[in-house]
């Protein structure tokens, strides 16, 4: 059974930074592409940050050169450092891999202007 828990969320000024972990067990972690998806209120989820098995990286637009995506094999955790963070961030963030199953609880991110 697939279970993901995202942390380190949190409430920040516009500017700031947060940096998300999400533990996974349940998958081979290593041999999966893993994703880091958001939803905000009233707004569909999204995915915004996909790092490969292989390690290559790619973002949604809306992130690119302000968050990055990593992860540690052996602990079968997978990060998310954001940086620069603005207030159409706010959503809560969830980890997964491409073809999503079950979703953990997520994590609550608020920016604040």
């Known amino acids: 059974q697939v279970q993901l828990v995202e942390s380190g969320g949190g409430l920040v000024q516009a500017g700031g930074s947060l940096r998300l972990s999400c533990a996974a067990s349940?998958?081979?972690?290593?041999?999966?592409?893993m994703g880091w998806y958001r939803q905000a209120p009233g707004k569909q989820r999204e995915l915004v940050a996909v790092?490969?098995?292989?390690?290559?990286?790619t973002y949604a637009d809306s992130v690119k050169s302000r968050f990055t995506i990593s992860r540690d094999n052996a602990k079968n955790t997978v990060y998310l450092q954001m940086n620069s963070l603005k207030p159409e961030d706010t959503a809560v963030y969830y980890c997964?891999?491409?073809?999503?199953?079950?979703w953990g609880q997520g994590t609550q991110v608020t920016v604040s202007s």
């Open positions: 997964n891999t491409l073809k999503p199953g079950a």
């Open positions: 349940g998958i081979i972690f290593s041999i999966n592409h």
């Open positions: 790092l490969t098995s292989g390690g290559t990286t």
